[in-house]
């Protein structure tokens, strides 16, 4: 079975709601990543 998408989802465990510089580097990486293997990437934040 192949996926057609992605679904990023993330916890802040800090507590804080404004993503980390490093929450927001991966989260784009991800992103790229749906895009290179064309996939529907869909980020709940």
């Known amino acids: 079975?192949?996926?057609s998408a992605?679904?990023?989802a993330h916890n802040?465990?800090?507590g804080c709601l404004k993503p980390s510089h490093?929450?927001?580097d991966l989260?784009?990486?991800m992103i790229k990543s749906g895009?290179?293997?064309q996939k529907t990437t869909?980020?709940?934040k």
Do not use: D, P
């Open 22 to 24: 490093q929450g927001r």
């Open 6 to 8: 992605m679904i990023l």
């Open 12 to 14: 802040h465990s800090s």
């Open 42 to 44: 869909y980020n709940f």
């Open 27 to 29: 989260t784009e990486k």
């Open 35 to 37: 895009e290179l293997s």
């Open 1 to 3: 079975m192949k996926a």
